[in-house]
């Protein structure tokens, strides 16, 4: 088998952390698979250099941002591949660019366009194991880019996609996919497969496991992964396409997320064109518009336009967004930061019917008021006061009987 | 004019010294200059990262350790060119790959084999301040190699011999270059001009101010390089081509090394070939070796031979030698630790005799004994023993009159 390991921060923290992690590489050749490693950069290093980075100017550009950021993934690849050899095992360490991952040019949020891989490949071959600066790419024109947050994760899925892997691995802090956070619910529930639909439902409302990009990437080309801890030797959950079990249960997950901000436009001319001109203008710089509510006023000349967008776009998205309001005439444009989006996910909901009114239910029953809700086909999400994330998490687990003990997929032993 | 200026660990050593570095740079762009800065690592980075590679392996791979070690590097041109954009002034950071800085193999120790430039070319063009992370390159096939330690200086003289820049000014934490380590010596002067050669033989000597293959580059290209404190505002020491100023000084310098060992091959037959497989053996590992002395013993029939190797490469040294010792049926091979290199050094020696005789004379003067003499052109140089090394330099500083208020080159404002 071919099997790509994804180890992040704190798997690699310190030289302990580092060597257990050449053991675990060790023994899956030693069990006759090829390994790929992926590094992310020893935890708190990233948060160092941004740091540094903003002791120096508020805004640094992009571009030297990304030097910058992909230097701490170079460091762990090299130590790791030293340990690997230490081992006894050969190993040679890849940056982005070795690896031939080519990116658009979309500085500290890159997308990969290809991966060649050619290197990689040849090292494998010869037996190698190689070890990849995860995160980082090159474009093009051989400019330095990084993928964003949990960028790693994407290069893991990326490089398995590109290498045809047969499993991707991807080693964390914690031992796999729980229905909601244990640190809010006790009684979570760690779950032992996941669609990949649900996972990406999970990922992008804020369940840290996972990078969204790289569920996307890993449903679109089919690779299986694997979401386990590099502490200990649990199965971890796997990440797959949708099986009919998974549709037993009406509801896999609760999630929530705190790091959106509202956008209110309000009394905007209600004339077509209008919320294409904003959310062009947002998207042309790179920010991600979550939730989109619009409501027609009474008379059906004006209309409120809500959306959400990451809280750390939230200046540069307010600032576009009052630049194409006093164009358009609109009245005033309002921010809240003090919002979090809670979800229940479940691709068992295309069967089970009133998962939503439920869900509205139970926060009323609490007093809980919804201020904005987005629906899919196996999800429904409401924004509320974040001052009421805790709360509702845990009233809404229990409500779908998500807990310990309870019914639900994580008890199949699949 | 085009000025390459380089800054070294302690002049990047925090945030409020790499925002020195950008004022630096700015006050040099406003006197109508175009400006390339090349930059080490941060001080304490690059043994921070060696410490940890040494944690995990005894002897990890140069590659790694160069992938490894390069990334420092990064981090300083990223931080650098985010201080001189935050300025108001454009800047660019590069790599050593960026500015197309081809190397030879030889990892950690690699040699620069061409120089591109092209993006560095084009940015400067455009009124950017391209700001390069010295130290690196990459081979042929795309290999990150490190150009050894001071690398960086190397990196500057290359991209200024690129450019054909007017002057490659180094910054550094000392003043300038001179006559001897004033830590040992208080009243050693700063020199206000020196050639090529008279550094050359300083930087190898173990005067730190500038790497020695730098000042090689230099003198090959023509390159006028200014010594230069990045802590006031005082000229520096200016290396060019000699001049007859330099000439009326017989000694211009005393140098010490203490970062070398000595092997001493004994009873070595003494037939053609021998010294040649042995120093071949040395060099196919890319150990430097300095000084050779070989005796002839009483009978003819055998030789002994000393040279002497970096203190850091010992252990391989001797393991090869006493390999080829074996082979060769000689006699004993022995390693000291504890000896110093103490150098006079002056074009002023090709007019001015006795130079080497009042060396000998100071030091039997204060019984230090003297077990290896070499000389060249415009040096003498003893091996002695290490602890008499701060005495020696004292004693042939005061010797050749070489102090402040003296009479000598530091004195003529050239």
């Not at 992310?40 to 508020?58: F, P, R, V």
């Not at 690849?77 to 658009?104: E, H, P, Y």
């Amino acid at each position: 088998m071919i099997i790509v390991q994804k180890y992040g921060g704190t798997s690699v923290g310190s030289i302990e952390r580092i060597k257990a992690v050449a053991e675990r590489v060790a023994k899956t050749k030693k069990d006759k698979n090829d390994v790929v490693v992926i590094v992310s950069a020893m935890s708190g290093e990233t948060d160092k250099l941004i740091g540094l980075a903003n002791q120096i100017a508020l805004n640094p550009e992009g571009r030297e941002m990304d030097l910058l950021l992909s230097s701490g993934e170079r460091i762990s690849a090299a130590l790791t591949a030293m340990a690997i050899s230490n081992l006894g095992f050969k190993a040679l360490s890849f940056t982005g660019r070795q690896v031939g991952i080519i990116t658009d040019d979309a500085h500290t949020k890159a997308k990969i366009e290809k991966i060649t891989g050619k290197m990689v490949k040849k090292a494998l071959a010869k037996g190698f194991v190689p070890v990849i600066a995860g995160f980082q790419g090159v474009t093009e024109t051989s400019e330095v880019t990084t993928l964003g947050r949990g960028g790693s994760d994407l290069t893991a899925v990326a490089v398995a996609a590109a290498l045809k892997a047969d499993l991707c691995e991807i080693y964390t802090d914690v031992d796999g996919v729980y229905t909601t956070d244990p640190n809010i619910v006790p009684e979570a529930r760690k779950l032992d497969k996941i669609s990949y639909d649900e996972m990406l439902e999970l990922a992008s409302l804020g369940a840290k496991v996972l990078q969204t990009r790289s569920v996307e990437f890993a449903k679109k080309y089919d690779v299986p992964v694997v979401v386990r801890s590099s502490f200990n030797d649990h199965t971890g959950t796997l990440v797959v396409k949708e099986d009919r079990d998974m549709e037993k249960v009406a509801v896999s997950g609760v999630a929530y997320d705190k790091n959106q901000s509202k956008i209110t436009v309000t009394s905007v001319p209600d004339k077509p064109g209008v919320a294409a001109k904003l959310f062009q203008a947002i998207a042309g710089a790179h920010i991600v518009v979550d939730m989109i509510v619009q409501n027609i006023s009474s008379d059906g000349k004006e209309t409120d336009i809500s959306f959400t967008v990451p809280k750390s776009d939230n200046r540069k998205a307010l600032k576009i967004t009052e630049e194409i309001v006093s164009e358009l005439g609109a009245q005033d444009v309002k921010l809240r930061d003090d919002i979090a989006k809670i979800s229940v996910v479940g691709v068992g909901m295309r069967t089970h019917s009133g998962v939503a009114a439920k869900m509205f239910g139970t926060l009323a029953q609490h007093r809980i008021n919804i201020m904005m809700i987005s629906t899919s086909e196996i999800k429904v999400s409401c924004i509320i006061d974040s001052k009421y994330t805790e709360l509702a998490v845990r009233v809404l687990h229990d409500a779908f009987d998500l807990g310990e003990g309870k019914k639900g997929r994580g008890k199949s032993k699949g």
